[in-house]
């Protein structure tokens, strides 16, 4: 019992945040008491937000309390210091393997709380009081704990190293500075941390953007992944409807078949039956017949048998007198020839139309296309026009982008876009912001001696040489090379002459569930100038590529 009373009274007389017993105890308004230092530090934390709360009861006072020490508080805790009953640190406090221990510390160590980039140590709770309440410390830098402040040592002259030589990209201490690396280029560490740290910002920015592009490219895909769920459920679903009714009319047919053949064995069987009887019935007549006539035969005496003759003699005249004619029995086996052609051309329909139908199910792309024939004139390949803009984050730095991005032009001078992973940086090109699915149709003006009007895949790579990035030179753009005078298509490095009426004006179709990418002059008329045929596994993407100074290219606006 008494050792329960001994922590009990720990347990009221210890800080709630440093967990230890009271230090320069305080009372706040709310009536919860800290240590001085802890509350003090608390409160400075929270400065900004200019309403001061308890740490236990989260009460908030305006402004901010003024701190005395509570003098009857200190005093008992005095006595519970005498009686030999203060709160050893919990195991938790300790420092393990993994923690960063105090320098300051004795025997078995504490956990660091901070590290001083000053003094390269670390201090547990109690020994880094000193840096908060002394002036002496002020200017000490405090980090969180770390085991590797003798790195921030120099190995030659055992200073601190607060400079950073730019030319040889490393970190040094003044004597550095003033010794073997004084002709070197040396700013403060803090104030390369800052270019650096603006730097890094850039890039966070970008791996942000990425993130976000390709978590919009994720729901894409998820949707992409449902639609094509929910078009082979319906596909399957209307397929054992067809094969269903296919069945059902197979049944109805052998069904007739087989009432049809049994009706008409009924009837042979039927006919046959009556004249078998007819038969029968005249057999039992000749055979009367001639019993009487065996019977005169018979007859001994000549006189009688002459007698009777002339009466019985008619008997001996046939009572049929047609011939039965049996014919072959032919007529079902006909049926049987018959419903056997009809199965052999069901074979061979099915034969020749499962293989669409095998192919079709493989390119689940034209599954779910549509079906409408490619447009023929303008009119009707504008009722396809989409919106398209450039996209700034892939435009080289050579290249100006305005009229809502819909217009760029080569400069010789570069432009101060920031750093992007969607920039190309070997070829003067772009790319469109959407995403190309489905059947799309859009022109491009050029003014110039020389333009790249092409599609590609965005993962196509942007920082490598031509035949990474250049459009039409890997197997993942398509390009049509649109020159003063004369056209060429470019694929996998596969160059393909194009002839053609030149024009100022490029239109581009597009159906991608059919891998159609189509390319035209355009002016008075439509003429087709390339198709290719194909299959496209990712959404495209509108490019355009410059070659010249001065050369500019337009999307058009959808009319």
Known sequence: MAQKGVELDRETFSCSICLDLLKDPVTIPCGHSYCMNCIKTHWDEEDG??????????QGFTPRPVLVRNTMLAVLVEELKKTGLQAAPADHCYAGAED???????????????????????????????????????????????KKL????????DEVMKIFC??????????????????????????????????LEVSRQNIQQGIQDREKDVKLLQQEVEAISRSADKAVEDSEKIFTELI?????????????VRSQQETEVSRVKELQEKLEQEITELKRRDAVLEQLSQTEDHNQFLHNY????????????????????????????AVSEVRDKLQDVLRETWTNVSLTVTDVDVLLSDSKPEPKTRAEFLRYSCEITLDPNTAHK????????????????????????????ECWQVLSKESLTGRCYWEVKKRGTRVDVAVAYKNISRVWGLDECGFGWNDKSWSLDCHTNSYKFWYNKVKTLVSGPQSSRVGVYLDHSAGILSFY???????????????????????????????????CKPK
């Not at 991005?405 to 992973?421: A, E, F």
């Open 49 to 58: 937000k200019k309403i001061y709360s308890c740490p236990q009861c989260r």
């Open 100 to 146: 960063v221990a105090c320098d300051v510390c004795t025997g078995r160590k504490l956990k660091a709380l901070k590290s001083c980039l000053v003094c390269v140590a670390s201090y547990c709770e109690k020994h880094l009081q000193p840096h908060y309440e002394s002036s002496a410390f002020e200017k000490h830098k405090l980090v969180e704990p770390s």
């Open 150 to 157: 003798q790195q921030n040592i120099c190995s030659c002259h």
């Open 166 to 199: 730019r030319t040889d990209q490393q970190c040094i201490c003044y004597l550095c500075s003033m010794d073997e690396r004084k002709s070197h280029d040396t700013v403060s560490a803090a104030a390369e941390r800052t270019e650096r740290q603006r730097e």
């Open 248 to 260: 059902r009319l197979m049944e109805e047919r052998r069904s007739d078949v087989e009432q049809q």
């Open 310 to 337: 002339p009466s019985l003699s008619a008997l001996s005249e046939s009572t049929h007198s047609s011939s039965i004619d049996i014919r072959p029995l032919s007529y079902f086996e006909d049926v049987t020839a």
């Open 398 to 425: 050579h290249l100006l982008l305005s009229e809502g991005n819909r217009k760029v032009t080569l400069m010789k001078k570069q432009q101060s876009y920031p750093s992007h992973i969607n920039r190309f940086t």
């Open 521 to 555: 002059s355009v002016s008075e008329t439509m003429t087709l100038l390339h198709r290719v045929q194909t299959t496209f596994t990712q959404p495209l993407y509108a490019g355009l590529r410059l070659y010249d100074y001065g050369d500019t290219v337009g999307l």
